[in-house]
């Protein structure tokens, strides 16, 4: 299966800064990559689609200007939250669309805004 | 749109003991079904899927799910849990008529092993 690498695992950032997390396919050309967020003990919440050379498709009630999502290559696509605030601290997973058979899942990155 | 119920939101299981994860769906017709494991602050990890066919699965790590049309439900069992099954198990759900395959994920078991 397609490995997927993410980064950073962690990051901590202050108030007001962006931060831009990674997610690579190392072994697999990706057209379609799949950004989620999982709030402590919740489950995972799809955020966007983010399609190689193209603009990124947002679900309803996320924000497009604060979470930017560019997908320049077929083996990278990121994900910055902007101007960061202590509600963005959450678990940000991105998945590489593999066809029906196997979403391809990274390891995550925990955000925490201070 | 499709959605996912996992009604457990804790069990405890003891270690040889079997364990049953329950999971209910809500759609039109027979969506794609997955099981995924998590283990604290990692990523997902596949553990089974359900397209079409034999509606009884088998997956790794000795889990193995079965599709019950009738009762909209995919739940996920294991005969006999190790300690290392302690985690976060997750139901998804594919919509086969869309492009791509987004997942709608269940609200999550987490299951604890006690020794």
């Known amino acids: 299966g397609a490995v997927v690498s993410q980064h950073p695992s962690r990051v901590i950032c202050k108030s007001g800064t962006s931060v831009k997390i990674e997610c690579r396919s190392l072994?697999?050309?990706?057209?379609?990559m799949f950004w989620y967020r999982q709030f402590p003990k919740q489950s995972l919440m799809l955020m966007a689609t983010s399609n190689e050379g193209s603009k990124a498709t947002y679900e309803q009630g996320v924000e497009k200007d604060k979470f930017l999502i560019n997908h320049a290559s077929l083996t990278l696509s990121t994900l910055t939250v902007t101007s960061a605030h202590p509600e963005d601290s959450s678990f940000y997973i991105c998945?590489?669309?593999?066809?029906?058979?196997?979403?391809?899942f990274g390891q995550g990155t925990r955000l925490t805004v201070v | 749109a499709q959605s996912v119920t996992q009604p457990d939101i804790h069990i405890t299981v003891s270690e040889g003991a079997s364990l049953e994860l329950r999971c209910n769906y809500s759609?039109?017709?027979?969506?794609?079904l997955f099981w995924y494991v998590q283990s604290p602050g990692q990523g997902l990890q596949l553990l089974l899927k359900y397209f079409s066919g034999d509606t009884l699965v088998q997956g790794i790590k000795g889990f193995e799910a079965e599709f019950k049309r009738s009762q909209s439900s995919f739940n996920l069992r294991k005969p006999s849990v190790h300690w290392s099954d302690a985690a976060e198990y997750f139901c998804a759900v594919g919509d086969p008529q869309a492009a791509g395959n987004k997942l709608t994920f269940g609200g999550g078991t987490r299951v604890l092993v006690k020794p």
């Open positions: 072994d697999f050309q990706a057209t379609t």
């Open positions: 759609y039109g017709a027979t969506p794609y």
């Open positions: 998945s590489v669309e593999g066809g029906w058979t196997e979403a391809f």
